[in-house]
């Protein structure tokens, strides 16, 4: 069956540096897959590829097939591929509402789907209903990451793509983005995940790929790759106990 996304040895540069090495992964519809490597591995660069920010230097990305060679990054937003990057990035001087709304901005709605969209986050993030008033600028990170989320899910994304969407959050609110990640995961969604915190990705994760240096180096489920001890290894140099890494 053709996967839902298949990225075929993809190489990506930036002047001299070598950010992604032939790399290639895939990820079936419906698949949550996590991408867990160190600083530098090359994780948002190929995230930016996928979302056609920054340009393939060989390679292909094809999704259900289709090689999206020549689509610029709005013409994949159409084609059902949402990046909600590291900065979650939010109109800091509109409010939640708005915000919201600027992210089904591509669907052509009426202003009752729309809303009933809208509401459709809101079930998700219960915090945002409550803040739905409120100038993005002013929520705390973690209402941003959810507020970018629920943006980038405004657009009816067929695959989600999420860096490290609990970078600096309070465990707390870190268990309240999961929560959202495993109902769209329950919904059908297609889910690119890069973390670096591996027992997150692992809790919600269909498969992973462990990166390192613009490579896959090992690729399996959450069990095989504790098991193996491989993430320690990866992130850390070191092998440790793989208990310690279960959610
Ligand atoms: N705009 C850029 N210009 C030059 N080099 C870059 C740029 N963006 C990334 N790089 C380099 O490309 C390589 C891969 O970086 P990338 O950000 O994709 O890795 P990462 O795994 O996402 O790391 P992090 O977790 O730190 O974001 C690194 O060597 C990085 O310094």
Partial sequence: MTPHLQIEDVSVTYGAVRALNRLSIHAAKGETVALIG??????????????????LRSGAVRLE???????????????????????????????????????ASRRRL?????????????????????????????????????????????????????????LGLAPVVTDAVYAAIAT???????????EQNAARAFSVCDRAYLMQAGQVIEEGSAET?????????????RSAPAKELRP
């Fill in 65 to 103: 097939g289709r090689d999206l060679a020549g689509q610029e990054p709005e013409q994949r937003v159409g084609l059902g591929i949402s990046l909600v990057p590291e900065t979650r990035d939010v109109f800091k001087k509109l409010s939640t509402h708005e915000n919201l709304l600027i992210g």
């Fill in 225 to 237: 790759l504790s098991a193996r001890g491989s993430v320690e290894s990866v992130l850390f140099g």
């Fill in 38 to 55: 160190p600083n530098g591995a090359g994780k948002s660069s190929l995230l930016l590829a996928i979302a056609g920010v920054v340009p």
């Fill in 184 to 194: 769209l995961r329950d919904q059908g969604t297609t889910i690119l995940l890069v």
């Fill in 110 to 166: 009426t202003r009752a789907q729309m809303q009933a969209d809208a509401d459709r986050i809101y079930a998700l993030f219960p915090r945002l209903a409550e803040r739905h008033n409120h100038m993005a600028g002013f929520l705390s990170g973690g209402e941003q990451q959810m507020l970018a989320i629920g943006r980038a899910l405004m657009a009816e994304p067929g695959l989600l793509m999420l860096d490290e969407p609990s």
